[in-house]
């Protein structure tokens, strides 16, 4: 399937602007106690070991790893954080899902409510725009031999194979068999740029420029907020868009 991946383009972009920011170790922090939480132990806890792979790819160091391990299963003291998801819209009725790890509902809300009302778009109920979005596993490639790549994937149980126009390539998993297709890569030696788990619309809504500055401001705003983990959307914004942003 060829095409271009807006996934790719969207994360990439959200993921240097954490970094700049310096949010990226904090969010992970947050996400390795709340995993920690149902177990521990690596080997039987995929969330675990997903969020230590972040936080290896982000450079974070081993004993910080371990001591956010510790406080979420309990053998250290620290914040007792809880994961909220909220649910709204923004221009032209795109949806945007916005996943916290938050110690205060009461503040978490109030700044996410404060974001949609600031830049136009309007906080909903719970599973408001949820039905619109799927949990998927993309691997990501920034170069490499199709036909390898698209064997081992295959063989391995990935649903989909997309080579993108600037010779990248994406396989598409289940959220299940992400880390059975991901090792089947290790294994024959072939290392992802980047590999997540994420919340995958079903259609996009595509913006034109006007509306897509203002629909990047709201997001940007629901990114920066301190307790955001990740912010999902369906807008369609074309590479010619995004660079003029």
């Not at 620290?78 to 709204?88: A, D, I, P």
């Not at 945007?96 to 309007?122: E, P, Q, W, Y």
Request: net charge negative; charged share 30%; hydrophobic share 35%.
């Amino acid at each position: 399937m060829a095409g271009h991946s807006k996934w790719h383009n969207i994360q990439h972009r959200k993921g240097a602007q954490d970094a700049k920011r310096g949010k990226i170790f904090t969010k992970l922090i947050k996400e390795i106690v709340i995993a920690a939480k149902t177990g521990g132990i690596i080997e039987n806890n995929p969330s675990l070991r997903m969020v230590i792979d972040k936080a290896l790819a982000a450079n974070m160091k081993r004993d910080t790893i371990e001591n956010a391990v510790k406080r979420g299963s309990g053998d250290l003291d620290g914040n007792n954080y809880e994961e909220v998801r909220y649910e709204g819209y923004g221009l032209g009725g795109t949806a945007i899902m916005v996943d916290t790890l938050t110690d205060n509902r009461n503040r978490t809300v109030a700044d996410v409510r404060h974001a949609f009302s600031k830049h136009g778009g309007n906080l909903g109920t719970d599973g408001s725009v949820a039905y619109l979005f799927n949990k998927q596993g993309f691997i990501s490639f920034s170069s490499g031999d199709e036909d390898k790549i698209m064997e081992i994937a295959l063989d391995a149980g990935a649903q989909d194979i997309i080579s993108n126009d600037d010779n990248s390539i994406d396989v598409v998993t289940t959220s299940e068999d992400f880390f059975t297709v991901k090792d089947a890569f290790t294994d024959a030696d072939l290392e992802p740029s980047h590999s997540e788990v994420t919340m995958e619309p079903n259609n996009r809504i595509e913006l034109n420029l006007g509306d897509a500055e203002k629909f990047m401001k709201l997001i940007d705003h629901l990114e920066y907020l301190d307790d955001t983990q990740e912010v999902y959307h369906n807008a369609d914004i074309s590479d010619e868009v995004m660079a003029q942003l």
